[in-house]
T-cell receptor, first 113, second 112 residues
């Protein structure tokens, strides 16, 4: 069965610094991978997704993620964060033709001035 | 474009009272529909999903139920709320072809 591990529950970073949020998954089949962002008291917003093709995926708000099949990772990066990036970030993997997603426990990104 | 609505946005209910949360989707046909719960400080828990009218799959046994009376309408219900039902309830619609899900704004439920 698939699973997703977000290695950091909280990531504090100063404004304009680079950030990486780590995500590892386990799956025995080809998967689709997703990153979502959740601002306080709001629903989840899709940041980016990997379905196939180029392993470097660019998303909204300057975020990007790289699919690494050998390391079963899908880390999220941004070269320079803003205060407004403070939010909860969720990594997810598809369960394979069931329409269901398996979510990680989330990483809280705290951007400090 | 597709949009997803949830109401109410917030709800405070006493223990033992009934519950009905509604979710509707516009701009797409025959979507997969999902109900999630997010307890304070915790991740997402999939409660129910539906691949078509009247077709409901339950992921977690509990005192909640779901129904899909129309193609783009998904309802979460309870006959008697428990304190443990408090949380943030999210509805989502999805495309089976890519497993991508799109979320509504959520309903904050507080059971007192």
């Amino acid at each position: 069965a698939q699973s997703v591990t977000q290695l950091d529950s909280q990531v504090p970073v100063f404004e304009e610094a680079p950030v990486e949020l780590r995500c590892n998954y386990s799956s025995s089949v080809s998967v689709y991978l997703f990153w979502y962002v959740q601002y306080p008291n709001q629903g989840l917003q899709l940041l980016l997704k990997y379905l196939s093709g180029s392993t470097l995926v660019k998303g909204i708000n300057g975020f990007e993620a790289e699919f690494n099949k050998s390391q079963t990772s899908f880390h999220l990066r941004k070269p320079s964060v803003h205060i407004s990036d403070t939010a909860e970030y969720f990594c997810a993997v598809s369960e394979g033709n069931t329409g269901k997603l398996i979510f990680g426990q989330g990483t809280t990104l705290q951007v400090k001035p | 474009s597709q949009t997803i609505h949830q109401w109410p946005a917030t709800l405070v209910q006493p223990v033992g009272s009934p519950l009905s949360l509604e979710c509707t989707v516009e701009g797409t046909s025959n979507p997969n529909l999902y109900w999630y719960r997010q307890a304070a400080g915790r991740g997402l828990q999939l409660l129910f999903y539906s691949v078509g009218i009247g077709q409901i799959s339950s992921e977690v046994p509990q005192n909640l139920s779901a129904s899909r009376p129309q193609d783009r309408q998904f309802i979460l219900s309870s006959k008697k709320l428990l304190l443990s039902d408090s949380g943030f309830y999210l509805c989502a619609w999805g495309l089976l072809s890519t497993d991508t899900q799109y979320f509504g704004p959520g309903t904050r439920l507080t059971v007192l």
